[in-house]
């Protein structure tokens, strides 16, 4: 029975990601299907996350369903490839909590640089990084990657042959909070990612959660984040509902999905 019920609520699962019988996942691809779609210019996009606190509501997983769904349905709309998802980054604000597994700067550039430079050695020189944890270490570790796997293909850049993205989810996200009657200060574990899950995984939604709004220090950097940041939340979970996290899926989604057209382009 619990099977079953995973089965049902987890809505990206790979057993049934099928587009006429073309695989969305690159690697459920055969080496010859990977070839095929390289020449036939298959945009590829890479989603990121991270295993980290967010609050005692939601799952260690969090910053990694929501990219991964996303990816998935943009696969669904436009044929677009996804490729393995990488579930480790930098977590700075959470680190010291339970569960949270944060990894170095350079670990991150590091792996993510090599994954981009395969991918474009492989012929897939249209890649949208797409990372569901928005921290600005973070971020800034998936775009100095990129942007070094760009200056290694710079002729080709220029002429727009070879194009990479760098996102957050959160960067289409948080541009419908006032349209869907979000609280404009809601971040980490609040009103919009706690929605966001319980539409996508509403299995793995453990409480209603507290809101919490802390005061970071604004310039110094902390040994002991959580002294500031107790609740693991920043924001108000009460006030989620899935048919809010539906929409802003939605919102996101699409908006996604125009990049990948976007990308397309130029091939």
């Known amino acids: 029975m619990g099977e079953t019920v995973q089965m049902k609520t987890n809505t990206f699962s790979r057993r049934s990601v099928l587009k006429k019988n073309r695989c969305l996942w690159f690697d459920e691809l055969s080496t010859a299907e990977a070839k095929k779609e390289a020449e036939a210019g298959a945009v590829v996009i890479f989603p990121l996350g991270s295993v980290e606190e967010h609050g005692l509501h939601l799952p260690l997983c969090t910053d990694s369903i929501q990219p991964e769904y996303v990816a998935l349905e943009v696969a669904k709309k436009t044929g677009c490839l996804v490729a393995p998802p990488l579930r480790y980054g930098i977590c700075n604000a959470g680190r010291n909590f339970p ?3 944060s ?10 640089q090599d994954i981009l430079s395969e991918l474009i050695r492989n012929g897939f020189t249209k890649i ?8 600005s270490t973070h971020m800034a570790a998936l775009r100095l990657a990129a942007q070094k796997v760009i200056m290694q293909n710079a002729e080709a850049a220029v002429a727009g042959k ?5 996102l957050s989810d959160y960067d289409f996200a948080y541009e419908v909070k006032e349209k869907l009657g ?3 200060k809601d971040g980490h574990a609040g009103a919009i990612e706690t929605s966001r899950v319980m539409a996508i995984r509403p299995d793995l939604v453990k409480a209603k959660g507290k809101a919490s709004f802390p005061e970071m220090p604004r310039f110094e950097v902390v040994a002991d984040p959580e002294r500031y940041f107790p609740g ?3 924001g108000n979970p009460t006030l989620a509902s899935d048919g809010k996290g539906k929409k802003v899926n939605e919102y996101v989604v699409d908006g996604v999905a125009r990049l990948v057209e976007e990308l397309k382009k130029n091939h």
């Not at 990894?103 to 993510?112: A, P």
């Not at 949208?128 to 921290?135: C, M, N, P, Q, R």
């Open 182 to 184: 979000f609280p404009l």
């Open 99 to 101: 569960g949270t597994l």
């Open 128 to 135: 949208l990084v797409l990372s569901g944890h928005a921290g």
């Open 162 to 166: 070879t194009r990479i993205m760098v």
């Open 232 to 234: 693991g939340v920043d």
């Open 103 to 112: 990894i170095e700067f350079e670990s991150l550039r590091g792996i993510v």
